[in-house]
């Protein structure tokens, strides 16, 4: 905690990578790309300077998710910027002012636990919808204050459209909090929120205000595999007949 002026806010303070016990795994990695075409030969490469650069794009990850879903109306900390390697949000207390409690402190009712799991996966879908996905959100990444959770650490957030991993990571995410909701409020376990979420947002279903029933049907419909293999044929052709008018164009010349 850290005095802005007549403010307490929250300074985060990023521990050096070798030191951390979460990694950058390259699957969070994964469509996250630089302006800067040197930075990010120097990252791929993975030289001292391009390390200094991927520690550099890491934290700012997390204050670009945090504008980007505060924004998108999902309970975050308010952020006010990252300052040398320091990100500095919004405190997040109860009204009274006590720091809030993380989710794996609090005990609830079943009412509470059902009520507060229809309010996070409100929150995954305007994170999808915004274009993110969490990766690592559980009852440890997740503040309750007056109001309700409140999601947090968000530098291995990930987008959902340029990331191969997006989908298992959402659905780990979704069964993560559902998880934890259901040890007190059983029926939970039953739900599938994840598996709907996604195909909503596969068929461009998806929006903010989307009503969520928990439930997933799966399609039991054999795939047409000879019109699959139509379709490469016809692709593979396509790309021949190309390659073929390009070397008649380069002998002309």
């Known amino acids: 905690m850290v005095r802005c002026g007549n403010a307490i806010c929250c300074a985060k303070i990023y521990k050096e990578v070798e030191k951390r016990s979460f990694k950058q795994a390259v699957q969070y990695r994964e469509g996250r790309k630089g302006r800067n075409s040197r930075r990010q030969r120097a990252m791929e490469k993975g030289s001292k300077y391009g ?53 794996n402190d609090v005990t609830m009712s079943a009412e509470q636990a059902v009520e507060d799991h229809q309010l996070v996966m409100r929150d995954v879908v305007r994170m999808l919808c915004a274009g993110l996905v969490h990766g ?6 997740v503040l309750v204050d007056d109001y309700g959770p409140v ?10 459209a340029a990331n191969n991993h997006a989908k298992s990571m959402l659905l780990r995410d979704v069964n993560n909090m559902t998880a934890y909701y259901a040890e007190f409020a059983p029926q939970l376990a039953k739900t599938r929120y994840g598996e709907e979420i996604w195909a909503l947002y596969e068929k ?50």
Request: charged residues 30%; aromatic residues 6%.
């Open 51 to 103: 390390r200094e650069q991927q520690e550099q794009a890491w934290h700012n990850a997390e204050v670009d998710a945090l504008y980007r879903l505060a924004a998108a109306g999902v309970r975050v900390p308010k952020p006010y910027g990252c300052f040398d390697g320091v990100l500095l949000m919004e405190l997040i207390t109860y009204d009274e002012g006590d720091v809030a409690p993380r989710l």
């Open 136 to 141: 690592d959100l559980s009852e440890f990444n």
């Open 151 to 160: 999601i947090i650490d968000l530098p291995q957030a990930v987008d959902a």
């Open 204 to 253: 461009g279903d998806l929006t903010p205000e989307v009503e969520l029933t928990g439930t997933f049907v799966e399609s039991t419909k054999s795939a047409d595999l000879g019109a699959i293999m139509e379709e490469i044929q016809a692709a593979m052709e396509e790309e021949q007949a190309r390659r073929k008018r390009r070397e008649g164009d380069n002998e002309q010349v």
